[in-house]
């Protein structure tokens, strides 16, 4: 693989996928592939695509840090929070980007591979996915948003469970969690989820943005300021000029099943 990017971009349609391309590795990610990986989802945030798949290349997701991967540059020092800019930043727009973000996962899942499938808003995976916080075990206190948001996908106490004792856990049994939603075959994953992605595509653009937006903006307010943010971009919805023909077309589809 040497010589070929790290992370490779995609776009079929309204669709955007990235690869993290370094299979030989478990796909394990050093400052650089997360630099490369931040400005990947960074171009696709700004762009008009609908869907963002977030894969790994090979057999496995994303084993989080390469440990011995990669030799830092000469006089480098430390890793500081400047010196990391913005790429754990990647979490932060996976999660709130307008497009939907969606993980498939196979293989290795852990640390911040964990913390950016997480951060997705939907992930799918094989019965072969093996999923792990894995921070403690290198005596670290975790990245990529891990603890915000496993806390919001399977509770707090079960997330402080996972994170203390960062055991594996197999496709059947993060399903079982709700970890992820969906198992696919590992022959079919990919298939499966691209498929689901041109589903997403078939609905209405504006109004997919507007619920993915409402899902944001609910995390970060009370239910009283959300029914107003909420009722406002229904409303946006609503007062297009075809709108009243959008209503017809989906109750002659209603009356016809």
């Not at 670290?140 to 994170?163: F, K, N, Q, T």
Request: hydrophobic share 45%; with cysteine.
């Amino acid at each position: 693989m040497s010589g070929e990017p790290t992370v490779l971009s995609a776009r079929e349609g309204e669709i955007a996928t990235i690869t993290i391309n370094r299979p030989e590795r478990r796909n394990g990610v050093t400052v650089e592939v997360c630099f490369a990986i931040y400005e990947a989802v960074r171009e696709v945030a700004a762009s008009d695509a609908r869907v963002l798949v977030l894969r790994g290349a090979g057999t496995d997701f994303c084993v989080g840090a390469d440990i011995g991967g990669a030799e830092p540059e000469p006089g480098s020092g430390p890793p500081t929070l400047e010196s990391l800019g913005l790429i754990h930043h990647a979490a932060t727009l996976l999660h709130t980007m307008p497009q939907v973000t969606i993980a498939a996962i196979d293989g290795g899942c852990a640390g911040a591979g964990l913390g950016y499938a997480t951060a997705c808003d939907m992930r799918f995976a094989t019965p072969e996915a093996r999923f792990s916080t894995a921070f403690l075990n290198v005596g670290v206190s975790g990245d990529m948003g891990l603890a915000w948001s496993l806390s919001r996908i399977v509770g707090g106490a079960r997330a402080r469970e996972l994170m203390f004792f960062p055991e594996k856990l197999d496709g059947a049994k993060a399903l079982e969690l709700g970890l992820v939603t969906r198992l696919f075959e590992r022959d079919v994953l990919q298939a499966e989820t691209l498929a689901l992605a041109h589903q997403l595509c078939e609905r209405d653009a504006f109004a997919l943005r507007m619920m993915k937006a409402n899902f944001v903006s609910a995390e970060a307010v009370s239910i009283s300021e959300f029914i107003d943010i909420e009722t406002a971009r229904n409303v946006h919805c609503s007062n297009r000029p075809d709108f009243a023909q959008r209503m017809a077309e989906s109750y002659r589809r209603f009356k016809a099943e």
